[in-house]
């Protein structure tokens, strides 16, 4: 019923920029918390950011101060800005949405297919 669309991967040097979008899809829902995880291999799913609806951010230890998460309601996107990019984090990056059906207070956690970042010489 509900799908998120990612955008943005892909590869850049130590010090650059990516930017990545992430739009859900579908009606009849409410996205609380949308947000960005990424991992590598097999090691455990880590928080990028967090956004909530009034906007009011939450950030990775190691990315303050290099990210910046925003999004638009009215759209259902969330936006990661990575500026001054390092090869640590390298990574797949996955959206994720805390969504509750019209009428329901019960969340549930969607996430997307997962995109490719790879920041290298």
């Known amino acids: 019923q509900v799908q998120l669309v990612e955008s943005g991967g892909g590869s850049a040097q130590p010090g650059g920029s990516l930017r990545l979008s992430c739009a859900a899809s579908?009606?009849?829902?409410?996205?609380?918390?949308m947000g960005w995880y990424r991992q590598v291999s097999e090691k455990q799913r880590e928080l990028v950011a967090a956004?909530?609806?009034?906007?009011?951010?939450n950030y990775g230890d190691s990315v303050k101060g290099r990210f910046t998460i925003s999004r638009d309601n009215a759209k259902n996107t969330v936006v990661l800005q990575m500026n001054s990019l390092k090869p640590e984090d390298t990574a797949v990056y996955y959206c994720?949405?805390?969504?509750?059906?019209?009428?329901?207070?019960?969340?549930?956690?969607?996430w997307g297919q997962g995109t490719q970042v790879t920041v290298s010489s």
């Open positions: 579908g009606s009849g829902f409410r996205i609380n918390v």
């Open positions: 994720s949405a805390d969504i509750a059906k019209y009428g329901s207070l019960v969340n549930f956690r969607y």
């Open positions: 956004v909530n609806r009034d906007g009011s951010p």
